[in-house]
């Protein structure tokens, strides 16, 4: 985006969405569970390997080593979601990866989650207040749900204008250029009505 940013505007939000929504509240071991995911040790071993691999090249510092815990995300996509009302997600989504990726946090524990939000710029009670709301929980079960009638069985996975699939952690070259063309596009229907009409 900082590549094109004198081209385009950027307005960026986070859906939620769950590998593992059946992920036990206290989560499972990091390793073990990715392990068997994965097809044994050995596997884990590359796949985790190189994505610390991958994410170093875009200035990620990435510590498998670190993570003890894969979590239930449930409750921190409640956070995402409800920080956004106070301009908050990117912050809080960004701290919530450096906390499980590169720090190792615990992020099965709510009180890690909203040390996490703290940390973020948000204040504690409203993370309290939004990790207390069933409704709020609810919101982001469906939401999920939606996102899979879409077809989206993974992620990373980008939504671009609403209109335009990205699969996949793609090197920063492969949005640049889909950015681009996404712009050509748009700008030459710029001058239509939505419905065709009046070109």
Request: a negative charge.
């Amino acid at each position: 985006m900082a590549d094109v940013a004198s081209e385009y505007d950027f307005d960026v939000h986070y859906l939620p969405f769950e590998l593992n929504p059946d992920m036990p509240a206290e989560g499972k071991n990091q390793k073990q569970y990715l392990a068997n995911k994965f097809g044994g040790e050995a596997r884990y071993e590359q796949i985790t390997q190189h994505t610390t691999r991958v994410a170093g090249d875009e200035g990620l510092a990435f510590d498998f080593s670190k993570q003890n815990v894969s979590p239930n995300t449930r409750l921190a996509h409640v956070l995402i979601q409800a920080a956004a009302e106070d301009g908050k997600q990117l912050a809080l989504t960004e701290a919530f990866f450096k906390a499980y990726f590169t720090d190792g946090v615990d992020l099965s524990k709510k009180e890690n989650l909203i040390d996490v939000a703290v940390g973020a710029g948000w204040q504690k009670e409203k993370a309290e207040a939004a990790l207390a709301d069933e409704t709020a929980v609810a919101q982001v079960a469906f939401t999920e749900k939606e996102m899979s009638k879409l077809g989206i069985s993974g992620v990373p996975f980008y939504i671009i204008n609403n209109k335009y699939g990205v699969s996949g952690a793609q090197a920063s070259d492969a949005f640049v250029k889909a950015f681009k063309e996404i712009g050509v596009e748009m700008a030459q229907g710029a001058a239509c009505d939505v419905d065709g009409n009046n070109c």
